[in-house]
């Protein structure tokens, strides 16, 4: 990648060429330090921003990536409320020089009070960590499970992504108001997935503002002129906030023929155990039942964890959760045997990882599995260097994904999962990680006792 101002090249896989110009960079964030590229498995769209800050296909400082939700919330009430914040300058000195110096505490006054959705499956943890720092608010994120005793309130599409139906399983009453509601994702491209839930929503529950937050933001001249077209038909105002925002130029496609991800059970062996959370705090969590069901169309009645976010928090409910997790992080740290701990979340469930990651002590980094496939090249500066695919623990007709994990980089890994997985599908796991790490504990919430 060269560096010249506000223009980045990228040469993706020797064929795939972005082209990058930053128009807008209010905290002079460098561009390297939020992102590298990699070559999707796509069709509908060739190339990956590999984000370094958002927890999902390479691992980071945990923190750093609760840091970011508060930068955006930060960023938020700077531009869109014109009111400073007083933090800017702790946020940013925290975030560039990676000591995550993050603590949690809500700074947006109760005045404010929006309804927060973050996006699945990446953006579930970021929406959560922008949520956390508004004293007044609620937040759910949207999902791509489905569950038959529910009907979600709203729906839409996501065209590019690999699994593009986006459900909320909320109760009505949440968005039958006139609060602000504000959309979080990784990033925009297009932002068409953004207009297709801002129709969804307001066809339902129409009001006046909307705002869209994301750490980047790509859209076009033409996408951008989308947005207001949406606001004259509609009759509304759209705010967009971001910490970076270009424009991107691509030419070429991927060249593959050398690239693979190992996919071989490995015959390694490690040490493996098990904790169980419902068991240890039996009084700490709610669950959310209701079957739900695989892609297979199989039914599973395992609860998912209300917790999560997937059925809607307020800020009570946020200020309990932080309390129990102090108490669950400490439990875990006391659970630690080495000094470099890699902590995984799985698929949606990323926040209360990542949060958990972060009260852990230190050397711990987090990242999360996934369902975007992406073309693995182990090469310096691409965002895919290692890869393993396998099914989904809790749902063995989905294909999920892990990314750079280097063999016998750390000492031990903490696996998180929502609820009770297929043994079958968490071996298949467990065997290709034997390779990599030597000490897996698989830390169950829900129905693994």
């Not at 693979?260 to 709610?286: C, G, K, M, R, W």
Request: glycine residues 8%; contains cysteine; negative net charge.
């Amino acid at each position: 990648m060269t560096f010249s101002k506000t223009k980045y090249s990228h040469q993706i896989l020797n064929s795939l060429g972005v082209e990058i110009n930053i128009t807008d960079n209010p905290y002079q964030i460098s561009a390297e330090d939020l992102f590298v590229m990699a070559a999707r498995i796509n069709k509908k769209r060739s190339f990956l921003f590999v984000s370094k800050v958002l927890g999902k296909h390479i691992p980071i400082n945990p923190r750093i990536g609760l840091l970011t939700g508060e930068l955006l919330a930060n960023r938020y009430l700077e531009k869109v409320k014109n009111e400073e914040t007083g933090k800017t300058k702790e946020l940013l000195s925290a975030f560039r020089d990676d000591i995550g110096a993050f603590n949690g505490s809500p700074f947006i006054g109760e005045e404010h009070n929006p309804v927060i959705i973050g996006f699945a499956e990446t953006a579930t943890a970021l929406g959560h960590a922008f949520f956390q720092s508004f004293k007044k608010a609620h937040f759910f994120h949207t999902t791509r499970e489905q569950l038959p005793s529910k009907a979600p309130v709203i729906t839409f599409e996501e065209e590019h992504s690999h699994a593009t139906s986006h459900r909320c399983y909320v109760d009505g009453s949440l968005l039958d108001n006139q609060r602000e509601i504000i959309l979080v994702d990784d990033e925009m491209t297009t932002g068409k997935t953004a207009i297709n839930i801002i129709r969804s929503i307001h066809e339902r529950f129409p009001r006046d503002v909307y705002t869209v937050v994301s750490i980047l933001d790509w859209r076009s001249e033409l996408d951008q002129a989308r947005f207001h077209t949406l606001e004259k038909e509609l009759g509304i105002t759209i705010h967009c906030v971001s910490l970076l925002k270009g424009e991107v130029k691509v030419t070429g496609s991927p060249e593959v023929r050398d690239i693979h991800s190992n996919t071989q059970d490995s015959a390694e062996s490690a040490e493996v155990s098990y904790i169980h959370i419902d068991s240890e705090f039996p009084d700490l969590f709610a669950y959310e039942m209701g079957p739900s069901v695989t892609l297979g169309g199989e039914i599973r009645h395992c609860p998912y964890l209300k917790e999560s976010g997937r059925f809607g928090l307020d800020e009570r409910d946020q200020a309990r959760l932080e309390i129990d997790l102090v108490k669950v992080g400490s439990f875990l740290s006391g659970r630690r045997t080495g000094k470099k701990t890699l902590c995984l979340g799985t698929g949606e469930f990323m926040y209360i990882p990542m949060k958990l990651a972060s009260l852990m002590g230190k050397g711990v980094k987090f990242h999360s599995t996934t369902r975007s496939p992406i073309y693995v090249w182990n090469e310096v500066n691409y965002g895919a260097q290692h890869g393993l695919a396998f099914p989904n623990p809790e749902d063995r007709d989905m294909a999920q994904y892990v990314y750079n994990i280097p063999e016998n980089h750390y000492d031990e890994l903490f696996l998180f999962l929502e609820r009770k997985a297929f043994d079958d599908t968490l071996g298949h796991l467990i065997n290709h990680l034997k390779k990599y790490i030597k000490a897996i504990k698989i830390v169950y919430f829900n129905g693994g006792g």
